[in-house]
Antibody
Framework: EVQLVESGGGLVQPGRSMKLSCAAS????????MAWVCQAPKKGLEWVAT????????YYRDSVKGRFTISRDNAKSTLYLQMDSLRSEDTATYYC?????????????WGPGTMVTVSS | IQLTQSPSLLSASVGDRVTLSCKGS??????LAWYQQKLGEAPKLLIY???SLQTGIPSRFSGSGSGTDYTLTISSLHSEDLATYYC????????FGSGTKLEIK
């Protein structure tokens, strides 16, 4: 059974940093591109970042470029999101999600999410 | 590509046939998926590539469309279908629609 479990969320002050983790199990992690998707309170879903199966390529939405870094450790089957220079508008639930295939970048499995609140 | 979903809120009765719409600002080339999100839960994949049903999803859910216009249909609404439904395109960039909240009368 595919499982994705996020951790590392919480309350953080504006301008500070936070690192999220996503532990994957039930599938061959290093065969899949992975992503982070966020959802602000009572708002819709937004793709944040994607990393290729081997970590060689990364992609970001414009609003987080230069502030967020997606990475992975295939030996530990873990995905990360380093978030720097956090802003109040980054407040959201962050979901770890698996891209279904290298060619088709829809998400077939999601974790339950971890909440990040950016506030002083 | 921007996605516009309509209606934003839909109220229907158990047993009704329900149709949700998603319109792209450009041709999506059928690279469109639908997600169901129940309150307090993560999204769940229902449909991919316009009309392919994800494993384990009930057959009352179906998708159709082409070009810029796509539809999710629930053939006979069940009470457990109470949720917000998002369309998502992966043809050019990765974007979600703003969602349709489905209420049960």
């Amino acid at each position: 059974e595919v499982q994705l479990v996020e951790s590392g969320g919480g309350l953080v002050q504006p301008g500070r940093s936070m690192k999220l983790s996503c532990a994957a199990s039930g599938f061959t992690f290093n065969n899949y591109d992975m992503a982070w998707v966020c959802q602000a309170p009572k708002k819709g879903l937004e793709w944040v970042a994607t990393i290729s199966y081997d970590g060689s390529s990364t992609y970001y939405r414009d609003s987080v470029k230069g502030r967020f870094t997606i990475s992975r450790d295939n030996a530990k089957s873990t995905l990360y999101l380093q978030m720097d220079s956090l802003r109040s508008e980054d407040t959201a639930t962050y979901y770890c999600a698996r891209h279904a295939s290298p060619l088709y970048w829809y998400f077939d499995f999601w974790g339950p999410g971890t909440m990040v609140t950016v506030s002083s | 590509i921007q996605l516009t979903q309509s209606p934003s809120l839909l109220s229907a009765s158990v047993g009704d046939r329900v149709t949700l719409s998603c319109k792209g600002s450009q041709n999506i080339n059928n690279y469109l998926a639908w997600y169901q999100q129940k309150l307090g839960e993560a999204p769940k994949l229902l449909i991919y590539k316009t009309n392919s049903l994800q494993t384990g999803i009930p057959s009352r859910f179906s998708g159709s469309g082409s070009g810029t216009d796509y539809t999710l249909t629930i053939s006979s609404l069940h009470s457990e279908d109470l949720a917000t439904y998002y369309c998502y395109q992966y043809n050019n960039g990765l974007t979600f629609g703003s969602g349709t909240k489905l209420e049960i009368k």
